[in-house]
């Protein structure tokens, strides 16, 4: 759908007056195909394996990189430490990831998948690489490359956003 035929649907719709449009604004279809995507994982396998959406994505970095700290977790997975954290606790608690001290540096704790964590990281992950290659399946080579070079491009610059820093605009206020 093209922008002048959005805004043509939307002609006369409360919507022509909020700030942030969910038909024009590209975060929010971001966030949509986003949640797209993990309905699947949460139909099929949240409930049968107790698992949240935030673990499997912690699930998902450790088999790829084991033995890193949890704030690494939360720079690769692009979540906050509070939610990486909780994950993170359920995870060790339902015996998926252990936490050891680095050798190197004692003041650090490293995680890694158990082989019950990768076990069920390995039954879920052909489904989920699946999930993808059906997605991609819908662009040529062409249109996947740019892709990724754009998610790349938005995801460095998102990544100078500071957790703690004020977004432009007019500043935060409680209703």
């Known amino acids: 759908m ?15 007056a909020t700030p942030l449009n969910i038909d024009d ?22 409930g049968l394996h107790d698992l949240t ?12 990189r084991p033995d890193i700290a949890a704030h690494e977790l939360c720079d690769l997975v692009g979540l906050d430490k509070m939610s990486v954290s909780r994950a993170v606790r359920r995870l060790v608690a339902h015996q998926r990831v252990t936490r050891t001290t680095d050798s190197l540096d004692r003041r650090r704790s490293l ?6 964590g990768m076990k069920t990281f390995m039954g879920i992950a052909p489904t989920a690489s699946e999930r993808e290659r059906d997605l991609l399946a819908s662009l040529d080579d062409r249109e996947r490359d ?7 491009k938005l995801s460095k610059q998102a ?7 004020e977004p432009q605009g007019a500043p935060l206020q409680k209703p």
Not at 159 to 165: A, C, F, L, P
């Open 2 to 16: 093209t922008r002048q035929s959005r805004q043509k649907r939307l002609s006369g719709r409360a919507a022509d």
């Open 146 to 152: 740019a892709l990724a070079r754009l998610i790349d």
């Open 111 to 116: 995680l890694r998948l158990t082989p019950a």
């Open 53 to 64: 959406i935030n673990e499997w994505r912690i699930m998902i970095v450790l088999a790829n």
């Open 25 to 46: 604004s590209l975060i929010f279809r971001l966030l949509r195909l986003v949640n797209l995507t993990a309905k699947p994982f949460v139909t099929h396998f949240a």
């Open 159 to 165: 990544e100078t956003w500071s957790d703690d820093s």
